[in-house]
């Protein structure tokens, strides 16, 4: 069992920036590939970003990002710590959502929402 525990979240004002962190125990940590969402009110869960996990056949983490992020999120990771991190800048009030950690089989695994473990989710509120 992968337990994932997310932090960061809080209140911004519109144009700012917020980091998430999702720390877990996991010594497979290095193989899953980590992504996150977020749901709004009264919306459904939609995908955020998503970074591969560590593949022998390459030495660079693959990323994918939603077109509504894609320039002002960055998705990172760092084995050693067992932590994935989303960098949020140029925050938007529509960006005000619950945001969740996941970890999944696979980059597009992750991307499509076929997920192996959820963290419980950080709140981001931005205010305009």
């Known amino acids: 069992q992968v337990q994932l525990v997310e932090s960061g979240g809080g209140l911004v004002q519109a144009g700012g920036s917020l980091r998430l962190s999702c720390a877990t125990s996991?010594?497979?940590?290095?193989?899953?590939?980590m992504g996150w969402f977020r749901q709004a009110p009264g919306k459904e869960r939609e995908f955020v970003a998503a970074i591969s996990g560590t593949d022998v056949y390459s030495t660079y983490f693959r990323t994918n990002y939603a077109d509504s992020v894609n320039g002002r999120f960055t998705i990172s990771r760092d084995n050693g710590k067992n932590t994935a991190y989303l960098q949020m800048n140029r925050l938007k009030p529509e960006d005000t959502a619950v945001y969740y950690c996941?970890?999944?089989?696979?980059?597009?695994?992750?991307?499509?929402?076929?997920?192996?473990?959820w963290g419980q989710g950080t709140p981001v509120t931005v205010s305009s």
């Open positions: 996991a010594r497979t940590f290095s193989r899953y590939s």
């Open positions: 996941a970890a999944g089989e696979g980059l597009r695994a992750v991307v499509a929402g076929e997920i192996s473990y």
